[in-house]
């Protein structure tokens, strides 16, 4: 049986901590090598050191966030994990990590915006349009099955 490869975009929001969530459930049912993604953007970089802010304090922050709250899930349910912390365009660069790492599906969790929920948040509508790969959106909100309320 063939090893399912997930990368899962983390940025510590509620959304993304119920992809990280779906993933260690998912784990505990399938042979999975999941590699957390987070990636800071190269736009926020300039405007930091503009404002002269301490660009290797937020990345060192962000670094101790991935490889600790936000990957405490996978940890508490016993789930092998890496980790990759990037610089770039968020969806270039999870773009680019899903097939760097042959990832057989990419999950991020999805934020709502619009009227009810029904347009996807930017991350996930261009992470949507832009891959080849199969890509699971996961709501921040749980969703009743049989609902007719997103």
């Known amino acids: ?17 119920r992809a990280i969530r779906w993933c260690a459930d998912f784990a505990q049912n399938a042979d999975v090598d999941i ?5 800071m953007s190269n736009v926020a970089e300039w405007f930091m050191s503009v404002a002269q802010i301490d660009f290797q304090e937020i990345e060192r922050t962000r670094r101790e966030l991935l490889e600790g709250l936000w990957t405490a899930l996978l940890r508490d349910a016993g789930v092998p994990f ?5 610089v770039g365009d968020p969806v270039g660069s999870v773009i680019s990590a899903a097939d760097e790492q ?9 934020t709502g915006h619009g009227v009810g929920g029904l347009v ?8 949507a ?3 080849k790969r199969p890509l699971l959106l996961i709501p921040d909100t749980p969703v009743a099955v049989g609902s007719n309320t997103p």
């Not at 490869?5 to 901590?17: E, H, I």
């Open 35 to 39: 590699v957390v993604v987070h990636v």
């Open 120 to 127: 996807l948040g930017g991350t996930a509508m261009k992470l």
């Open 129 to 131: 349009h832009r891959t």
């Open 102 to 110: 042959q990832a057989d599906l990419v999950v991020i969790g999805k």
């Open 1 to 17: 049986m063939k090893r399912i490869r997930v990368v899962v975009a983390t940025d510590g929001s509620k959304a993304a901590d």
């Open 82 to 86: 890496r980790t990759l912390l990037l």
